[in-house]
Nanobody, 115 residues
Framework: QVQLVESGGGLVQPGGSLRLSCAASGDIKSINDMGWYRQDPEKPREWVASMDSGGSTRYAHSVMGRFTISRDNAANTVYLQMSNLEPEDSALYYC?????????WGQGTLVTVSS
């Protein structure tokens, strides 16, 4: 199993920035994918960005150009740098780990964008 712990959420004004972190521990396979999702209470969970262990990245159209995903494989940590935040980005942000046989979610970290 793989455990995931997110951090870095908080309250930020529109136009501001935040960096989320997700630390993974446990039985981490060399080939894996880690990503970020978000969920507003009134909407389905939405995929935001992913990065595989080879370094390939993918972004949802709604965050392209504003969010950057990165990872430190030695530290088993994935980051989400969020810039030019909008109120519509407010949500509970979840980290997800997956490999060929397993997937798991973190508990989430809350991001609120408001003036």
């Amino acid at each position: 199993q793989v455990q995931l712990v997110e951090s870095g959420g908080g309250l930020v004004q529109p136009g501001g920035s935040l960096r989320l972190s997700c630390a993974a521990s446990g039985d981490i396979k060399s080939i894996n994918d880690m990503g970020w999702y978000r969920q507003d209470p009134e909407k389905p969970r939405e995929w935001v960005a992913s990065m595989d262990s080879g370094g390939s990245t993918r972004y949802a159209h709604s965050v392209m150009g504003r969010f950057t995903i990165s990872r430190d494989n030695a530290a088993n940590t994935v980051y989400l740098q969020m810039s030019n935040l909008e109120p519509e980005d407010s949500a509970l942000y979840y980290c997800r780990y997956s490999d060929s046989n397993y997937a798991n979610w973190g508990q989430g970290t809350l991001v609120t964008v408001s003036s």
